[in-house]
């Protein structure tokens, strides 16, 4: 395998939703799903802190293609196994992979795991093309295993929460929505950003995913994207870390604007940038018939949550009942599904349907016109409002829940 570390319809792709075991090993219905998490970088801290937390899952091996970063990680984290990715998928206790690699990396790596009979689940983007994702799908439908990506952060209690009110009519018929996200970039913080500024990077692949996985969730499939974009600066410098004063290239667009037009007729604006000095990620607002919604950060998965009805002059603040997750969460929902036999959330189907869409809108600014999204996918039901992965066995957990 290559690659570093790192921080369509399911009817279409096979039989995705099914709960078969690996290797022909027959169905597992009970007890925690076996988890290797390979890429062992930035953003596997948090994964393993919340994985090993969740009784839903068992992490029994990290992977990195350095081996004693891997070997670090199972320390820390006190997972039984560490070796390279191959080792890894050769245990047969591990039933689910999770890809923490670089996107350049994410088709390739969940390939393979694919071809071992092992589920998958993805950080975001799912791969850097339409292409390689619908080949992912096409191949795990056959395999009868199961793809799942991040981004998760809208199964966190904040987006949940407003994901019900829209769900339930709260506010009316959703209408239109706002989306931004500005910031001066992440080279200011990151000891390693080039990736971020590659392809499959850049502010509409590295942070689009979670603004428009909110909306999706929301709103439902998007029909067709237009768009413009630029870039600032053709090179970058980066501000943290033993690397401080390094310049190196970019090769993506910095500043994104588009419009979406949904299939439920709904529409959106949304803003994704690393050229603006203000800092703003948390704006995410629905314009509904009844009331104005503002959601909480999409990047995060607690609140705040505030309404303001038609003839208010000021927001009411809303609850945001359950327990604030973290990153993983969607893992404990896919390996709960595993082993309900039920769809999970944080789809494949979705996460093809986010590429198609970031996809789309890059299309769409090289090219000046509206862009028709081909893709579809389910928009996923709210989580019920006790759902707590930190709390219960996969099976205890939804004994008495309708999900």
Known sequence: MSGVSDTGDLRDTGDIGSARGVRGGGPVTDGPVG?????????????????????????????????????????????????????VLGLPEVELVVNLTVPAAHAEVAGAAVAAGRHVYNEKPLTLDRESARRLLAAAGLAGVRVGSAPDTFLGAGLQAMLRLLAE???????????LMQGPGPQRWHHDPEFLFRRGGGPLFDMGPYYLTALVAALGPVARVTAMSGRSLDRRVIGAGPRAGT???????THVTALLEFASGAVATTVFSFDSPLGRQDFLEFTCAEATVAGPNPNGFGGPLRS???????????????????????????????????????????????????????????RGEFVDVTSTCPRPDPLPEGWDPRIATPMAQEANMTI
Do not use: K
């Open 35 to 87: 988890v290797a998490v390979v890429g062992c970088g930035v953003i596997s801290g948090q994964y393993l802190r919340n994985l090993t937390a969740y009784p839903a899952v068992r992490v029994v091996a990290c992977a990195d293609l350095d081996r004693s970063r891997a070997e670090a990680a199972a320390a820390e984290h006190g997972v039984a196994h560490a070796g390279d990715p191959g080792e």
């Open 169 to 179: 009519g709260g506010a009316g018929r959703p209408l239109s929505a706002v989306a």
């Open 247 to 253: 310049s190196f290239p970019v090769e993506v667009a």
């Open 308 to 366: 303001r009805r038609a003839g208010e002059t000021e927001w009411s603040a809303l609850p945001v009942p359950g327990t604030v997750t973290g990153r993983g969460v969607g893992v404990a929902e896919m390996a709960v599904a595993i082993r309900r036999g039920r769809p999970h959330r944080a789809s494949g189907e979705l996460g093809l349907h986010v590429l198609d869409v970031m996809t789309s809108i890059g299309e769409s600014a090289e």
